[in-house]
């Protein structure tokens, strides 16, 4: 399988960079892939695609040199090691609560002795059984990367024994959920949004272990990056393309340009 960039970027220390992309078609994914985005983050948490679209996705992007890494739901094991199979170089588990639901993690992400994932060989990961079966295994525990959400304040307790597991890459802070869970929604300068940024930072130092977080603008990214943040991840192509629509709005309204734009309070 595929070397990983985003595993080789974080052993030298060094920022590994995601965006997100919402749509389903793979010119997007191929797109983005050939401008050479470390990785591209296919969420299965909130939106409704099939593993068939998924698979046609990350095939896309392998056009290029993004890897995809796959956020499933809370819960869905078996759903990772088939997007494991399909391609996925990285998987991140959200709404994680404690150390042995990250065990539980690893152990469906990576083959014995790490974990007991099962094998299938056959599958574009491999590629098509091109790759002998234990070298397949060896690489694709050493090429693929585990990726824990810390979202619900009741889990920062828990972050320095998610740091500690065997098999877990980098531990994640969610500040939407967990913003809204501490009842401070969207207020992202909040003293308990600091705190848990330092807590997190400092479980991943002690265990060797990285973390990361979505940053809003490069000062904030230069700031997560001061504290050792080195998986960040900004925009997706939804955003990106609301921001364009209000740019051409706003540049040819003074040519007498009129918009029928919908409401919503």
């Known amino acids: 399988?595929?070397?990983?960039?985003?595993?080789?970027?974080?052993?030298?220390?060094?920022?590994?960079?995601?965006?997100?992309?919402h749509l389903?078609?793979?010119?997007?994914?191929?797109?983005?892939?050939?401008?050479?985005?470390?990785?591209?983050?296919?969420?299965?948490?909130?939106?409704?695609?099939?593993?068939?679209?998924?698979?046609?996705?990350?095939?896309?992007?392998?056009?290029?040199?993004?890897?995809?890494?796959?956020?499933?739901?809370?819960?869905?094991?078996?759903?990772?090691?088939?997007?494991?199979?399909?391609?996925?170089?990285?998987?991140?588990?959200?709404?994680?609560?404690?150390?042995?639901?990250?065990?539980?993690?690893?152990?469906?992400t990576k083959f014995a002795p790490m974990g007991t994932r099962g094998a299938d060989s056959a599958g574009p990961d491999n590629p098509y059984c091109l790759t002998p079966l234990v070298q397949y295994l060896k690489q694709a525990n050493e090429e693929t990367f585990v990726v824990i959400q810390i979202e619900d304040p009741a889990a920062l307790a828990n972050a320095d024994e998610m740091a500690a597991v065997e098999g877990v890459d980098v531990l994640f802070f969610g500040p939407g959920d967990f913003s809204i869970i501490s009842g401070i929604p969207g207020?992202?300068?909040?003293?308990?949004?600091e705190d848990a940024m330092q807590k997190i930072a400092a479980a991943a130092k002690k265990h060797g272990k990285h973390w990361g977080m979505p940053v809003f603008n490069p000062d904030f990214a230069k700031k997560v990056v001061d504290m050792?943040?080195?998986?960040?991840?900004?925009?997706?192509?939804?955003?990106?393309?609301?921001?364009?629509?209000?740019?051409?709005?706003?540049?040819?309204?003074?040519?007498?340009?009129?918009?029928?734009?919908?409401?919503?309070?």
């Not at 050792?228 to 709005?249: C, I, M, P, V, Y």
């Open 1 to 21: 399988m595929r070397p990983s960039v985003v595993k080789a970027k974080l052993r030298r220390n060094e920022v590994a960079f995601l965006t997100a992309l």
């Open 24 to 108: 389903r078609d793979p010119a997007v994914f191929e797109l983005c892939s050939l401008f050479g985005f470390d990785a591209i983050w296919l969420d299965m948490e909130h939106w409704p695609r099939s593993m068939q679209t998924t698979n046609d996705l990350i095939r896309a992007a392998r056009v290029g040199n993004s890897e995809v890494m796959v956020r499933i739901a809370k819960g869905e094991f078996m759903r990772m090691q088939r997007a494991l199979e399909v391609g996925a170089q990285g998987i991140m588990y959200p709404r994680c609560d404690n150390a042995a639901e990250a065990r539980e993690v690893v152990k469906w």
């Open 187 to 193: 207020q992202f300068d909040h003293p308990l949004i």
């Open 228 to 265: 050792g943040g080195r998986f960040l991840a900004n925009g997706s192509d939804l955003t990106s393309l609301k921001a364009h629509f209000e740019e051409l709005q706003k540049k040819f309204a003074p040519v007498g340009a009129t918009f029928n734009k919908k409401q919503f309070s």
